[in-house]
């Protein structure tokens, strides 16, 4: 089947990228990611994903998070999910990437779903697996002001945010990568701390360039913005909006427009009052033993000395 006239067959390759230059129908490559930034949310995976997106042998998934592999289907994966499609459905994801040496996507909440590292596992060609790591309380605290502020998904109180008993439990990364390992074996891992990440970005994203076999000069004089800092939200309606349209801008006006759209809709970063410091400070006790667990089972990569 061939389109004749130019704007015509611009149309159809925007509904079918498989069509060929010439009009004709072609194979789309089998592509998947040979790596994925698996977590944990709030731990800086979204400024990692752009960062690394932004490297000229890196392509990234169009959406920074796919959400295939979550354990329902939702608003985020209603079009491509491994529950109604195969792995080829995930793999189509990726269909623009063929030819560049790192494709990869960035799910934060892949550290917790079972489907995940099964079925990343279970993939032609494993992966790597990358993990940020934040201190738990700290990261639980950025969580509960990123929905109650950004979000706008919840008005109560940290403490009886923190009655929700996975709340607590998603903190405990130990239990999480013990399942990862298992199931991909450890040389398919890569654990970073966001303390770490952020003091240095340029060391640590030198040297994730040079595993990754990309040019470490690329970050020499790169720009390291924070992306997806929790900052409150005037109009949740128009933050939903945004959203949908995220997937259809390309990154680079993404980073453009980003100002731009917290100037007209952000309403300053939310401080954490005294109250919620000390609650925050008093929450470290519950993650002793399971930080303690995760050193143990991975010291080349946890130094709690950056948690203290």
Known sequence: MQFYGTTLHGIA?????????????????????????????KCGTSSLYFWLAAHPEVAASREKETFFWAPDVNRFNARCNHIQHGPEAYASLFSHTAGAK???????????????????????????VLF???????????????????????????????????ILEHA??????????????RDHLIIWQFEKVMRDPRSVMKSLATQLGIDPGFYDDFDFAVRN???AIRSKGLHKLGLR???????????????????????????????????TSALKAEFFESNRELAKRFPEFIDLDLWK
């Open 229 to 231: 800092e929790t900052v």
């Open 13 to 41: 390759r925007l509904i079918c990228p498989s069509l060929s230059a010439k009009g004709y129908l072609c194979a789309v490559p089998t592509v998947y990611p040979n790596l994925v930034v698996a977590g944990a949310p």
């Open 245 to 279: 349209l995220q997937s259809m801008i390309p990154l680079a006006v993404q980073d453009a427009l980003l100002p731009i759209y917290l100037k007209l809709n952000g309403a300053g970063r939310p401080k954490a009052s005294a109250e919620l410091k000390a609650q």
């Open 172 to 185: 405990h990364y130990d239990r999480y990568l013990a399942e990862w390992e298992a199931a991909l074996g």
């Open 132 to 166: 940020l790591l934040r201190e738990p309380a700290a990261r639980t605290q950025s969580q509960y002001l990123f929905e109650r502020y950004r979000t706008k998904r919840i008005s109560t109180s940290f403490e009886d945010y923190l009655k929700d008993p996975m």
């Open 102 to 128: 790192v494709r990869f996507e960035a799910t934060a909440p892949y550290i917790y779903y079972p489907a995940a590292w099964n079925g990343l596992a279970n993939l032609p060609q494993k992966p790597l």
